[in-house]
């Protein structure tokens, strides 16, 4: 069965730290997208990444980058230099092609908490 | 601009009562899906829908009920069966092919 799970469900740092949020899936797939979701106080949720299962390839963007990595089914978001406008909650989903129903499997979510 | 109308942004309801969250989308695309957050959870599926005149349970469907007669509209009503209502709800929607998922602001629910 498919499953997300987010092991961290706090986190508080200080302003300017680096933080690294943890994600680990399950699924029998071969083939399936991942994603991380930022959703602020504001309750939507803002789309930061899609990654498909055939690129391991990691990713910067600014001060995000994302470490994929098959072998141990994690797919980890490390924001560098840390914001108080990073404050919000976190998701991982997991979505899996077979059938293409679309469903998106979230884990937990990890509240972050940037103090300045 | 293109994008999920989720109407409205706060509700309260009676216990008992039934109630129906709305969900508009202008993007064209084929499926729509209605998620549920509970505080400190993630979000869990309660229907999907890829085409018109046709949906399916997801993993919290009980209590809940869904149509979707036409394609830029999947509402979502909570009914009197649904022990816990009190939550905050998400719309979504994706294209046919792809994985280009869109997400309204949400509704978010209390019933006292």
């Known amino acids: 069965a498919q499953k997300v799970t987010q092991a961290q469900t706090e986190i508080s740092v200080v302003e300017k730290e680096d933080v690294t949020l943890d994600c680990v899936y399950e699924?029998?797939?071969?083939?399936?997208?991942l994603f991380w979701y930022k959703q602020p106080p504001s309750g939507e949720l803002v789309f930061l990444i899609r990654?498909?299962?055939?690129?391991?390839q990691n990713e910067i963007s600014g001060r995000y980058s994302w470490n994929f990595q098959k072998s141990t089914s994690s797919f980890n978001f490390t924001i560098t230099a840390s914001q108080v406008v990073d404050s919000a909650v976190y998701f991982c989903?997991?979505?899996?092609?077979?059938?293409?129903?679309?469903?998106?499997?979230f884990g937990q979510g990890t509240t972050l908490q940037v103090k300045p | 601009d293109g994008g999920i109308t989720q109407s409205p942004k706060y509700l309260f309801r009676k216990e008992g009562q039934n109630v129906t969250l709305s969900c508009e989308q202008n993007?064209?695309?084929?499926?729509m899906y209605w998620y549920r957050q509970d505080p400190g959870q993630g979000l869990r599926l309660i229907y999907y829908?890829?085409?018109?005149?046709?949906?399916q349970k997801g993993d919290i469907a009980e209590g809940y009920s869904v149509s979707r007669e036409k394609k830029e509209s999947f509402p979502l009503t909570v009914t009197s069966a649904q022990k816990n209502p009190t939550a905050f709800y998400l719309c979504?929607?994706?294209?046919?092919?792809?994985?280009?998922?869109?997400f309204g602001s949400g509704t978010r629910l209390t019933v006292v």
């Open positions: 989903a997991l979505s899996e092609v077979s059938g293409n129903t679309g469903k998106l499997i």
């Open positions: 979504a929607s994706r294209p046919r092919q792809g994985h280009g998922y869109t």
């Open positions: 829908s890829q085409i018109v005149n046709d949906f």
């Open positions: 699924t029998r797939d071969t083939t399936y997208y």
């Open positions: 993007l064209n695309h084929d499926a």
């Open positions: 990654r498909n299962s055939f690129d391991e």
